[in-house]
DNA sequence: AAGGTGTGCAACCGCGCATTC
DNA sequence: AGAATGCGCGGTTGCACACCT
């Protein structure tokens, strides 16, 4: 089952390099490259395997690696995308250019994971470790812990989104046409918030609403995802049967026209859960649920 | 000073995906 | 079509050093 270690054969070294090795690596890379790293460590003169030469390079050896401290820049940068995208180490990884996916991943293990506990958050969902959710309880106290929570989450999900968006960009690119429900898809599934925090189905479909137009707007402007167009009255969105024709109407309609509120961090949670509990049922259905309310 | 414990990080391992044959 | 191969990724391990008692 599975595949052969490369590295079964004996006699290949393992275990930390000498400076000699490093030279041999370098020095062979430099001249002809690496196409094909099982082939490197033989042509170099190394007794190691391929995998292992192909690691030391691109953690180490590789020329525009940047070592040493992480600037706060990158630590932001970090924090967000893992809210954002998980213990995507090589994604991350492909933001920070400088830094390999193998430092940023023991960078958060040793330092921002800690730094999160130590703000009593999770550091996989960002949340609260206390409840994990949002449901609001309690005295005032409660309440302003809660308001902060929410502010710090609300922080992430706004990240959270705007990548996404960003990400989104790249698949129309490549030739997506499902939009919207590959942003279903890709919003993450976490504990859900309490139910009672949406207030009204209108609310949550007018916040939906609000996201998929926010989302699918940065399709095609640079403009910040977090403005929202003015979103027409409730009784006016029409059966909207799918992603092309959402687009058409947003168009004819001109909603994007005119970007004139910011989403607030209650609305942004409120549409992400939204987006969470329904995430099964395409966003067409839920336009239809809405509209024939 | 010496032993124990904690921390950071380089390197390894196993798996999945893409490509080649 | 499917087996073989190579690459890349995320998780884990183990070593070296720092700090504590």
Redesign the pocket.
């Known amino acids: 089952?599975?595949?052969?270690?490369?590295?079964e054969n004996l006699g290949l070294?393992?275990?930390?390099?000498t400076p000699e090795e490093?030279k041999k690596l370098l020095d062979y890379v430099g001249k002809h490259g690496?196409?094909?790293?099982?082939?490197?460590p033989a042509k170099a003169g190394l007794e190691?395997?391929?995998?292992?030469c192909?690691?030391?390079w691109?953690?180490?050896l590789k020329p525009d690696i940047k070592?040493g401290?992480f600037s706060t820049e990158e630590d932001h940068t970090i924090i967000k995308l893992h809210a954002l995208?998980?213990?995507?180490?090589?994604?991350?990884?492909?933001h920070l250019p400088q830094r390999?996916?193998?430092?940023i991943?023991?960078?958060w293990?040793?330092?921002i994971k800690?730094r999160l506990i130590g703000m009593g958050l999770d550091p996989i969902t960002h949340k609260t470790i206390k409840q994990n959710t949002f449901e609001c309880c309690g005295d005032g106290q409660d309440q302003s812990k809660d308001t902060i929570n929410i502010r710090h989450v609300a922080q992430w999900e706004r990240a959270r989104l705007e990548a996404e968006a960003r990400g989104s960009m790249l698949q129309v690119g490549s030739g997506s046409s499902n939009l919207s429900g590959l942003i279903l898809s890709k919003i993450p599934t976490q504990p859900c918030l309490s139910s009672h925090s949406v207030s009204t189905e209108h609310k949550r479909v007018h916040n939906m609403y609000a996201l998929v137009l926010t989302t699918n707007h940065d399709f095609r402007s640079s403009v910040s995802t977090l403005s929202i167009p003015k979103l027409p009255a409730v009784s006016n969105i029409p059966q909207i049967t799918n992603t092309e024709s959402l687009l058409t109407y947003k168009a004819d309609n001109n909603v994007m026209e005119g970007c004139v509120s910011n989403l607030q961090d209650d609305d942004i949670m409120v549409a992400v859960e939204a987006f969470r509990t329904a995430r099964s049922e395409g966003i067409e259905e839920l336009f239809n649920e809405f509209t024939s309310m």
């Open positions: 089952m599975g595949r052969k270690a490369c590295c070294k393992k275990g930390p390099w490093d690496h196409r094909n790293w099982r082939l490197v190691r395997c391929g995998k292992s192909r690691l030391r691109i953690n180490y070592r401290n995208l998980g213990n995507k180490w090589s994604i991350i990884a492909a390999t996916d193998n430092e991943k023991n960078y293990k040793t330092n800690k």
